[in-house]
């Protein structure tokens, strides 16, 4: 069993930045994957991005490259979010995820494991 918390929302101007956490418990290892989702008020979860637990390999949304960079620091068991130039569209509650699979993937579906999410709020 692997518990996530994730912290770091908050609210934040357009084109500003934060950085989300998400601290792993013991239980996870390289055959993991890890991955940032988004909310918004309505709307489906979507993906945001994932890494491989040894930083190996990462994959992006098309909404989010070249602004987002997920990072993850094995000794601390902890993903990172690090997201620049905010945008208002940019706004939802972001959860963090845990697969039991090397291979990364972009479907919620393919996650075993959920934090309880964080809010960012970025406004005009």
């Known amino acids: 069993q692997v518990q996530l918390v994730e912290s770091g929302g908050g609210l934040v101007q357009a084109g500003g930045s934060l950085r989300l956490s998400c601290a792993a418990s013991s239980g996870t290892n390289s055959n993991y994957a890890m991955g940032w989702f988004r909310q918004a008020p309505g709307k489906e979860r979507e993906f945001v991005a994932a890494?491989?637990?040894?930083?190996?390999?990462?994959y992006y949304a098309d909404s989010v490259k070249g602004r987002f960079t997920i990072s993850c620091d094995n000794a601390k068991n902890t993903l990172y979010l690090q997201m620049n130039s905010l945008k208002p569209e940019d706004t939802a509650v972001y959860y963090c995820?845990?697969?039991?699979?090397?291979?990364?993937?972009?479907?919620?579906?393919?996650?075993?494991?959920w934090g309880q999410g964080t809010q960012v709020t970025v406004s005009s």
């Open positions: 890494i491989t637990w040894m930083g190996d390999r990462t």
């Open positions: 995820a845990a697969r039991t699979s090397y291979y990364i993937s972009n479907a919620p579906r393919g996650y075993d494991y």
